[in-house]
Every structure is written in C-alpha cells, then in structure tokens.
C-alpha cells in the first residue's frame, strides 16, 4: 500500500456523544484528558440564551478550559441579502417553468421563515455588533482567554460589503500562564462521566512498502 506520508504511531480515536451544556470529568477540569481545542460551529444560536447558552460557556471554558475554541453563528445583519437572493433565484426558477419573461412581477416569493431567522430552530439571530458584545463578556468572565472576530461566505452580489460576513466566527485562545492576568473563574463543582463511548477507531502505524 502506497501512503502520501507514513504514520510513525498508531493513533486510536475515540467518539463520544453527549450535552455541550454538560461537563464531563475526564475532559479538562484536571481529567485524565486535557483538550486542544472545541469548535462549536453553528451551536450557540439553537440554545436558549438566559439558560442553555451560559451553561455552555460555563462547560467550554470554565471547565475544558482548552487552548482553542471556535465559535460561528449566522449574522442576521446579512439575512436581507440571503432572503433577496432566494427570492430571485426562486422568481428566476418560476418564469423557467411557467414560460414568463423574467422581469414578469406577479409571483410573489416570500422567503421569510416563521420566527424571522435563518432556520426555525434558532432562539436567536446575532449582529456583528451583538456578537462582539458577548464575546467580550465571556472574556471579562473568564479573563485567560482573548478573542479575534472573522467571518466566511458572501454572495456574489454583495458588492458594497458593508454587512460583514454570511457567518460570524469568533476565535477564542487561553493566554499562556505568564500573559494572563488571573486564573480566570474555574468551575469548582466536581463532573462526573456523562459523555458515552458512541465508537472507536484504530490507525495503526504506516507499514514501508517491501
């Protein structure tokens, strides 16, 4: 077997499946496993803000404590050029099959979903100015992190880009110990083990080909 680069070691990988708003003892919080990172992409916004989202930042970062996290989240300033160009592509699709000439206005397409957000699960759509405000609370909450703000996706047409992003990403690294200026607030109470093993995967080490 021919291999772009030889594994030197087995590596084995362990899925767990559990509540990110539930911390587990093994990970972070002085467990058996310290963690690199967490990536919480296209999470925050289907938790209940003044419950199931600071459970989440209580468990990411004042009990895993890892090196990294990611955070993204839809930026409801950018819904309005989403919705008008569904609605093109729609009314675009509808002339096609009913013979119309494009600029023919009689369809109407209305693209808005029933709660007003990207998806009818969300509790919450952010602006980029929302967002960097609970950033910052995180960080002033638990003061060993610091964070960038970025961003992924716009349309073709958003010419002007001055709604920033499709999807926000927040960038949050854990300063080293001589950076920081305090310990920041660590969860005290205890974690017991409530993530299970869903499955377990072993690479072995790359063997030379003869």
Known sequence: MDYLAERQ?????????GSALQPDGRFGGGGDHQVDAVTAIELVEHLWPQTE???????????????????????????SLIQRAVAEAK????????????GDNSKNNNNSSSNGFRDADHKFEWTREQFAS?????????????????????????TEQVTGYCTQIALFTRKV????????KTSQTKAGEVYKLFSSHCYR??????
Request: proline share 7%.
């Open 53 to 79: 989202l600071p459970a989440f930042v209580s468990t990411v970062f004042g009990h895993i404590r890892p090196k990294l996290v990611v955070i993204t989240t839809p930026n409801a300033e950018y819904n």
């Open 205 to 210: 080490k790359s063997t030379p080909s003869s």
């Open 91 to 102: 009314k675009k699709d509808a002339d096609a099959e009913d013979g119309k000439e494009p």
């Open 134 to 158: 609970w950033c910052t609370g995180v960080v002033q909450q638990y003061d060993d992190y610091r964070f960038h703000l970025d961003g992924v996706g716009r349309l073709a047409a958003d």
């Open 177 to 184: 110990a001589q950076d920081r200026p305090s310990a920041g």
């Open 9 to 17: 070691h087995q590596l084995t990988v362990h899925l767990y499946t």
